[in-house]
Nanobody, 120 residues
């Protein structure tokens, strides 16, 4: 069993930056959780469907939705089993609850989310 917890959300003005973290915990066999599996960041704005924002694949390239490309960066640290989302030049339309997600043996795991609010 894997537990994910996001942190790092908050309120910033447009143009500001935030770094979200997603910590993973579970059994010892789940080391390198993020680099060994497909891991993603999603977000959900009020009244809208959840949408993927960024993903990383095992030993493969990262990918981003068009609206955040060149502003957001997904990464992971195996030593701490933590995934990050560096968000720069934030815009009001980035306001949402952000969720981390990882698929292990075709089983999806989600964190509870962290709120990001960007004011104009």
């Amino acid at each position: 069993q894997v537990q994910l917890v996001e942190s790092g959300g908050g309120s910033v003005e447009a143009g500001g930056s935030l770094r979200l973290s997603c910590g993973a915990s579970g059994t010892a066999s789940n080391s390198n959780i993020f680099s060994a599996n497909t891991a993603k960041w999603f977000r959900q704005a009020p009244g809208k469907q959840r949408e993927w924002v960024a993903l990383m694949t095992p030993h493969g390239p990262t990918n981003y939705r068009q609206s955040v490309r060149d502003r957001f960066t997904i990464s992971a640290d195996d030593t701490s089993n933590t995934m990050y989302l560096q968000m720069n030049n934030l815009k009001p339309e980035d306001t949402a609850v952000y969720f981390c997600n990882v698929e292990i043996n075709m089983m999806p795991y989600w964190g509870p989310g962290t709120q990001v609010s960007v004011s104009s």
